[in-house]
């Protein structure tokens, strides 16, 4: 299985950017495609972004297209979300994901492993 830390959180202003990381531990991470989904106090938690195992393809939701990247680094076992153009709407505790899945993405139950989230608040 496959070990997962976010870090990066912060407050930072509307229209600032934040970088957040997701360091995965275990042998077996270039296996795995690796997402980033969201949840704000109250409502469901909601995907953000995917990459595929080798990081060819990328996947984002409507909301952050075009103001966030989804990268990763497999010799580093790190998964990064680059958030530009920070949105009060973007708050929320921001989670990493990993699953061998390589279909219906945007599905909570199709990712096997869950890091423990790190907060991002955006101020207007």
């Known amino acids: 299985q496959v070990q997962l830390v976010e870090s990066g959180g912060g407050l930072v202003q509307a229209g600032g950017s934040l970088r957040l990381s997701c360091a995965a531990s275990?042998?077996?991470?270039?296996?795995?495609?690796m997402g980033w989904f969201r949840q704000a106090p109250g409502k469901e938690r909601e995907f953000v972004a995917a990459?595929?195992?080798?990081?060819?393809?990328?996947y984002s939701a409507d909301s952050v297209k075009g103001r966030f990247t989804i990268s990763r680094d497999n010799a580093k076992k790190t998964v990064y979300l680059q958030m530009t153009s920070l949105k009060p709407e973007d708050t929320a505790v921001y989670y990493c994901?990993?699953?061998?899945?390589?279909?219906?993405?945007?599905?909570?139950?199709?990712?096997?492993?869950w890091g423990q989230g790190t907060q991002v608040t955006v101020s207007s």
């Open positions: 990459i595929s195992r080798s990081g060819g393809s990328t």
């Open positions: 994901a990993a699953t061998g899945a390589v279909v219906a993405i945007t599905l909570i139950r199709r990712w096997d492993y």
């Open positions: 275990g042998r077996t991470f270039s296996s795995y495609a």
